[in-house]
C-alpha cells in the first residue's frame, strides 16, 4: 500500500452470516411500515417496484450473487411485473422467486405489450405473491378473468379504479374459482360478490378486508357480510363503503336463507370504518365483538333518522374507545366530529361523518346521533365547535332550532373547557339562554371564543349574561379570546416570515395549540394581496411581499 493512504478493510472480509445481516439493513420499506395501519395493512401507499432494491447487490461479484439467491425467502426476495416490464424474457432468464404484480394509481388503459405480460404472469399462480391493479376499469375487465384457481401463496390482492377515474358503472366479477388460501390483504372496489365466495371463505388469514360497493347492484345484506367475517378470526381492519346509500326498508325486507345466529368474535379488530346508511351499520355491529379496536370511522349519508342505539352497545364493549376530547366542524357540504382518546393525543379513536348541508340540519343530525351515544361522552372534558364560514349558504339554513343545538351539548356533561368559533356563538349564547345556568355544560371552567385574525368587533359582552349566571351561582367561568389567521395566510406566507405578533390557532384537539408568529405588516400584507387577487391562484416568492419595516415590536427579519 503507497504511504500516505489510509489503511483500508475489504467488506469481503465479513463472513456470510454478516454479510446477511447487513442486507437485512439495506431492504428498504415495502409495504407501508411506518406508516399508519391502514396503510400498512394495505400493503403501503407507494409503488411496490421498492421490490427491485436487491438487483445491484446481486451484481457486485459471485460470492454475493449466490449467497442473495440462497437466501431469497429469508431477504424476501420478488420479481416485480410492472408497467414496461419484459414479463416474458424476465421469467425465461430469472431465478423461480415469487412474482409481484403491480400497476399502481394509472390512469392510462394498458398497452397490449403489457396486457400480454400481466396475463403471463398471473397465470403462474403457484409464484405470484402480490396483486395489485389500480387502473381504469376496461384494463381491470381484460386481466381478472385470468383470475381463478388456486394461488396458493398470494397475500395481498387489491383491485380498485384509480383515484380519479369517473367511471362508476362498470361492475367486475371474479372467478368463482378463485382461492388464495394464504391471503392476507383484499381490497376490492366495485365488485359483484357471490354469497358463497369461495374467495372470502377459505381467507380464514385474513387481516385487512376492504369492499368498496359502487354500483348499486353490488350491495350485500348485514346477514352476508357477517358469514364472510365469521371465518376471519384474523382480522385487524375492517372496511366497508357503499358509495350511494341503500333504502333502510331494503335491508330490512331482504332476508337471506342461511342468518347467523351466533355472534362473530373479532378478537383481534383494531380499525372498523363503515359508509353508507344508519340501517346497514345498526344491522351489523350488534353481532360482533371486537375488544380491542382502537379506531373506529363512520361516514353516513344524509337521512331523517339517525338514532344507533345498537352502536351504543357495540361500542361499550370494546376496551379502548374510551374519550376525553372532542371536535366538531360544521363545513359546506358535511359535519364531522373527531373525538379523541386524551388531550394530547394527535390521532382521533372515533371519527363520525355525515354528509349533509345547512347548519340547521348538520346540527340536527350530530344531536340525534350523540344522544343515543350519550354515556360514551359522560367524560369528555375538551369541546370544540369549528365552522367554515367561506361556504355557508343563505342565513335561513343558518338559524339553529335552539332545542337542537341544546340537545347536542348535554351529552358533554363534564366539559371543563370549550372552544367555540365567532360563527357559532350567537346560537351557543341563546342556547344558554333556555336553560338555568347550571343544567348545560354545568362543569365548565373555562370559555375560549375564536376569532379570525382582523375580525370587525370583539364579541366578548355576548357572553356577558352567562357569565354573570355562573358567577353568582358560584361557579365561575374564566372567558378567553384567541384570534386565529385568515386561511390566506396558511396558504402564503413563508417560514422567513415567522416573527412577532403570537397569533394562535387550534389543529386537531381542543387543547393543542401551534403558535405563529408573524409581523403585524406581512400578515396585513398578505391578507389584502390575497384578496385583491380574488382568490387567484399565487405563488409565494420576497418579491410578492417585499422587505417589511422594523418596529420596536417587530424585530427586522433573520435570513
Known amino acids: 500500500m503507497p504511504i500516505g493512504f489510509p489503511h483500508t478493510t475489504s467488506i469481503h472480509i465479513l463472513d456470510n452470516d454478516s454479510l446477511l445481516h447487513v442486507f437485512n439493513l439495506y431492504r428498504p420499506f415495502l409495504l407501508g411500515e411506518g406508516q399508519h395501519d391502514y396503510a400498512r395493512l394495505m400493503g403501503g401507499v407507494d409503488p411496490w417496484v421498492g421490490e427491485h432494491w436487491w438487483y445491484k447487490l446481486a451484481q457486485v461479484c459471485q460470492r454475493w450473487r449466490k449467497l442473495i439467491l440462497e437466501s431469497s425467502l429469508s431477504l424476501g426476495l420478488s420479481l416485480v411485473c410492472t408497467e414496461g416490464t419484459p414479463v416474458a424474457d424476465m421469467l425465461a432468464h430469472s431465478p423461480l422467486l415469487p412474482l409481484v404484480i403491480d400497476y399502481y394509481d394509472k390512469h392510462d388503459e394498458i398497452t397490449a405489450e403489457d396486457e400480454e405480460g400481466t396475463i403471463l404472469a398471473l397465470k403462474q399462480r403457484d409464484r405470484v405473491r402480490r396483486i395489485r391493479l389500480w387502473m381504469p376499469p376496461m384494463s381491470v375487465q381484460k386481466l381478472i378473468v385470468t383470475i381463478d384457481e388456486e394461488y396458493p401463496i398470494l397475500e395481498y390482492l387489491v383491485i380498485m379504479p384509480p383515484s380519479r377515474t369517473k367511471d362508476n358503472s ?17 381490497s376490492l372496489s366495485g365488485f359483484a360478490l357471490p354469497t358463497g365466495s369461495r374467495l372470502l371463505t377459505t381467507a380464514v388469514g385474513l387481516v385487512m378486508l376492504e369492499l368498496v360497493m359502487i354500483h348499486p347492484s353490488t350491495y350485500f345484506h348485514p346477514n352476508t357480510l357477517l358469514r364472510w367475517l365469521s371465518s376471519m ?24 336463507h342461511m342468518p347467523i345466529t351466533a355472534p362473530v368474535a373479532l378478537p383481534n379488530l383494531r380499525y372498523f370504518w363503515f359508509r353508507g346508511i344508519r340501517a346497514y351499520l345498526e344491522a351489523v355491529v350488534p353481532r360482533i365483538t371486537a375488544p380491542r379496536l382502537t379506531k373506529l370511522e363512520i361516514t353516513f349519508f344524509n337521512q331523517v333518522t339517525f338514532s344507533v342505539p345498537r352502536l351504543l352497545q357495540f361500542m361499550n364493549t370494546t376496551e379502548n374507545l374510551r374519550f376525553k376530547s372532542a371536535n366538531f366542524e360544521f363545513s359546506y357540504n358535511r359535519v364531522d366530529v373527531e373525538v379523541y382518546p386524551h388531550e394530547e393525543a394527535e390521532m382521533s379513536a372515533l371519527h363520525i361523518e355525515v354528509d349533509c348541508w345547512h347548519l340547521d340540519w348538520q346540527v340536527s343530525c350530530m344531536a340525534q346521533i350523540f344522544n343515543s351515544l350519550s354515556p360514551t361522552f359522560s367524560a369528555v372534558e375538551h369541546l370544540a365547535l369549528e365552522h367554515d364560514t367561506h361556504f355557508w349558504s343563505s342565513k335561513e339554513h343558518n338559524e339553529v332550532d335552539h332545542m337542537e343545538f341544546c340537545k347536542l351539548l348535554r351529552p358533554f356533561s363534564n366539559v371543563k373547557t370549550l372552544i367555540i368559533d365567532e360563527g357559532l356563538v350567537e346560537e351557543f349564547c341563546r342556547c344558554l339562554r333556555l336553560d338555568a345556568p347550571l343544567e348545560l355544560l354545568s362543569e365548565l371552567q373555562e370559555l375560549i371564543y375564536r376569532l379570525t385574525y382582523k375580525s370587525d368587533d370583539d364579541i366578548a359582552d355576548t357572553f356577558s349574561p352567562f357569565i354573570d349566571a355562573r358567577q353568582n351561582a358560584g361557579r365561575p ?18 417560514a422567513s416570515l415567522v416573527r412577532s405578533a403570537t397569533l394562535v ?15 403585524l405588516q406581512g400578515a396585513d400584507y398578505l391578507l389584502n394581496s390575497f384578496e385583491a387577487a380574488t382568490f387567484a391562484p399565487i405563488r409565494w416568492s420576497p418579491a410578492l411581499v417585499g422587505p417589511l419595516p422594523r418596529s420596536d415590536s417587530s424585530p427586522a427579519l433573520e435570513t
Open 170 to 186: 362498470t361492475i367486475f366479477k371474479l372467478p368463482d374459482t378463485l382461492q388464495a388460501p394464504h391471503l392476507r390483504c383484499l
Open 233 to 256: 378470526p384474523q382480522l385487524k381492519a375492517l372496511v366497508i363503503h357503499f358509495s350511494s346509500p341503500v333504502p333502510n326498508h331494503t335491508v330490512e325486507r331482504h332476508r337471506p
Open 477 to 494: 367561568i374564566t372567558l378567553a379570546r384567541i384570534e386565529t389567521l385568515h386561511m390566506a395566510v396558511y396558504f402564503l406566507y413563508p
Open 505 to 519: 390557532s387550534r389543529m386537531h384537539s381542543p387543547k393543542l395549540y401551534h403558535t405563529l408568529n408573524l409581523t
